[in-house]
């Protein structure tokens, strides 16, 4: 590995034997780009996105559903445009059908998206991590990183472990426990910065200037942010090629839900998926909600906020795609709400009970904001609702515990059952 001075020195991405990438245009004036370490267009600072071949060949439904159950089975709508290199056996995650929760919000179907336990670390971000590495291979770099509210760490420290890449991850000091285990024990550089998420994505987009590192959400993101429409695609295809009417997701930087959305629209342009365009619903936690703000506000500039949620995952207070995410959420005609912690843990624990799925909390605040749009009349009772459960419930046991009836101890004695059964009666 090169020392981080000489990697500044050299110019990122002048060899390498990973998969080709796409070129990348901007998002705001279209201006074309190499593919290149770099997030932002150099004449109007807009996001830089892969740019796709028109004329590529697109697969049937069938040639789709032959292929191994991962991300890359959707690979014409990826940026790698050879075969992928590291990570090929993320995604592909149940839909599960989720009656009783219908039931207790008051729609006429729901279903669960449960990346709780996408592969290999228990988040979506699973996904766009597998993208950005391969990006990253693509473009010779040797060394990865990322800033996080805590899953991507877990991620990219877990993935790049397993492609033998070095990893620089830095995360808010205060991260729960959990994230901050499950992202050490990879072996990366874990970096904790005084400081909330939006310091530590400030520090990191010095960072990938100063080192030529491939971060993942800084440098890399046009490729990364990709992996998020592979939710769309999974969505689409387990529900045998239709559109959903209505999905809730929660909302950070605003990427994922962005994402969706603009995967549904290519899949429905590709002659392969059925329905009117679904509508996106946006959900944050109330004591970070810039996002949600904008929608209900109007305009396409965001307020950037002070994070101050137990919903660490998704406590970003100055989200880098939060316009284009609430233009997703107008022109689709969906909404948004923030729901506060309180209302987010019983989301946690309504989900667990009427799924079996144990969600943290960023999961919570999608229930809990799909059961407060219904309440506001957004959602109504003749509608189907996709829940994307976006991050798996043992990673923030602290944010729930609290709120369980502690369990009863007793001696090995079967009249102690006895006496509780009774009381249960
Ligand atoms: C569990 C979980 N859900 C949702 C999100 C939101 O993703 P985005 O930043 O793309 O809006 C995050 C982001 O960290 C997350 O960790
Ligand atoms: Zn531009």
Redesign the pocket.
């Known amino acids: 590995m090169s020392s981080p001075v000489a990697a500044a020195r050299t110019a990122p991405a002048a060899v390498s034997n990973g998969p080709r990438l796409t070129p990348l245009a901007c998002r705001l004036c279209g201006a074309p780009h190499a593919p290149a370490p770099l997030a932002t267009c150099p004449e109007c600072l807009g996001p830089l996105e892969p740019a796709y071949d028109a004329a590529r060949r697109l697969p049937t439904r069938a040639e789709i559903e032959a292929r191994p159950r991962s991300i890359w089975r959707y690979r014409e709508w990826l940026p790698i445009l050879d075969a992928p290199v590291v990570s090929t056996d993320t995604g592909f995650t149940p839909l599960l059908e989720a009656p009783a929760l219908a039931r207790a919000l008051g729609v006429r179907r729901a279903l669960v998206k449960n990346d709780a336990v996408c592969h290999p670390t228990l988040?979506?971000?699973d996904r766009?991590v597998a993208v950005a590495l391969n990006a990253a291979a693509g473009l010779g770099l040797e060394t990865v990183g990322c800033a996080?509210?805590?899953?991507?760490a877990n991620s990219v420290a877990a993935q790049a472990a397993r492609a033998g890449l070095p990893a620089w991850i830095f995360v808010p000091e205060d991260l729960e426990i959990g994230k901050i285990v499950g992202t050490a024990v990879y072996g990366p550089r874990l970096v904790r910065v005084r400081g909330n998420y939006d310091d530590v994505n400030r520090l990191c987009a010095q960072v990938a200037d100063r080192f030529g590192w491939g971060l993942v959400n800084l440098n890399l993101r046009g490729y990364y942010?990709e992996g998020?429409k592979t939710v769309a695609f999974e969505i689409v295809e387990q529900l045998g090629w239709r559109l959903p009417q209505a999905v809730v997701?929660?909302?950070?930087?605003?990427?994922?839900?962005t994402?969706i959305d603009k995967g549904f629209a290519e899949l429905a342009k590709a002659g392969l998926a059925d329905g009117p365009r679904p509508r996106v619903y946006g959900a944050q936690a109330e004591g970070c909600a810039p996002i949600v703000n904008l929608v209900h506000r109007g305009g396409d500039r965001i307020e950037p906020v002070v994070p101050r949620t137990i919903a660490r995952?998704?406590a970003?207070g100055n989200?880098a795609?939060g316009r284009f995410?609430a233009e997703a959420i107008r022109s689709s005609g969906g909404a948004a709400a923030a729901v506060s912690d309180a209302e987010l843990v019983e989301g946690i624990t309504l989900l667990a009970a009427t799924t079996g799925v144990f969600t943290?909390t960023?999961?919570g605040v999608t229930v809990a904001a799909a059961r407060k749009l219904v309440r506001e009349g957004q959602l109504g009772p003749d509608d189907e609702v996709v829940l994307c459960i976006?991050?798996n419930g043992l990673k923030t046991i602290e944010a729930v515990q609290p709120a369980l009836a502690p369990a009863p101890i007793i001696d090995p004695k079967l009249r102690e059952v006895a006496a509780l059964a009774q009381a249960v009666h």
């Open positions: 988040s979506f971000k766009v996080s509210t805590g899953n991507l942010g998020s997701a929660p909302m950070a930087g605003g990427s994922l839900l994402k995952s998704i970003i989200p795609d995410a943290e960023a999961g976006t991050g």
